[in-house]
């Protein structure tokens, strides 16, 4: 006989599934707040509350006074590639952060996920699921709204469980995705809350709903998020270019960085982390900040749908443009002309 043993192929148990996918939906506490923060806001939520301790390893909990989930529907949101987002037909369509159906049985998979609902004209009910073994759906208390709450995030894939930095290092990337968040959606209240042990830290962002001016809106909360300072020095920008829309502020140069840390993009209301954008950004900048000198800004890229594609990755941080060079100069040639144009003024304002 042939000394090669031949390999059997099976398929796999959605437990283990979710698991692999979880490595690449959750990889860290912020991960996890990321997802059930933007389940929230895709459920109009108007005021959103994170609690979470121990860098959130031990507990996140996200409550949010959002539309709910009907008791026939929880266990359908648990399972996997369920959404009630999209119907598929068009994946560039998207006008939510969640579209792929995923986090939910991630978390599940890799936590103790407990999901406490309530719609309009039903009874509460609450889900359970831990290492991805679901219990049946029960009836539970609530006035409305979800609570989601993950325990022991990573207590099925202790591997992962390693890999995590300090306590102080996860809740730093929890504040981070709260406050990215929290810029992109400047109508909705936030709370974020340290409930560890002796942990008392508590950061709130108030909605004003006097505001109904946008760049009002968005001045006033990126002054509770990055400070007055940032708000008196940086400039509006609104420019325009074939398809593309760029909003937000910009800092003047003499409020640059010695680090690349104040510098928030977002494609279409979604927070991303992309090289095509900073590397604009820093392009921008150039003749107006030496090379060790980082600009501050807030940018929003706002497009058809159909003009930028945001299914890169499962996590959804990285976007892909149809037109990348119209982009590129959009944020270059806006910025340039904004920064300019304050020279201008200065200078003038001088002169007279
Ligand atoms: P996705 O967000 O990609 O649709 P998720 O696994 O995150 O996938 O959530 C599955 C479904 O559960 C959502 O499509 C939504 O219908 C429902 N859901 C999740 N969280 C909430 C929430 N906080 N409020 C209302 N519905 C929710
Ligand atoms: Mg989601």
Redesign the pocket.
Known sequence: DSAVKRPVIRQLDDAAINRIAAGEVVERPASAVK?LV???I??GATRIEVAYADGGKTLIRVT?D????APD?LAL?MSRH????IDGSDLLDIHT?????????SLGAVGRLTIT?RVEGHDAAMIRVAGGQMDPVKPAALSGG?V?ELRDLFYATPARLKFLRTDRAEAQAISDVIKRLAMAEPQIGFTLRDVSGGGEGRVTFRADPETGDMFDALSGRLAAILGRDFAENAIPIDAEREGLRLTGFAALPTYSRGAAVAQFLFVNGRPVKDKLLTGALRAAYFDFLSRDRHPAAALFVSCDPHLVDVNVHPAKSEVRFREPGVARGLIVSGLRHALANVGHRASSTVAD
Do not use: M, Q, Y
């Not at 959002?66 to 989930?69: D, P």
């Not at 952060?97 to 049985?105: I, K, Y």
């Open positions: 997802e933007e389940n929230a895709d459920a949010d959002g539309c709910g989930i529907d949101a369920a959404t009630s987002k952060f969640g579209f792929r159906g995923e986090a939910l049985p609902s979800t989601v």
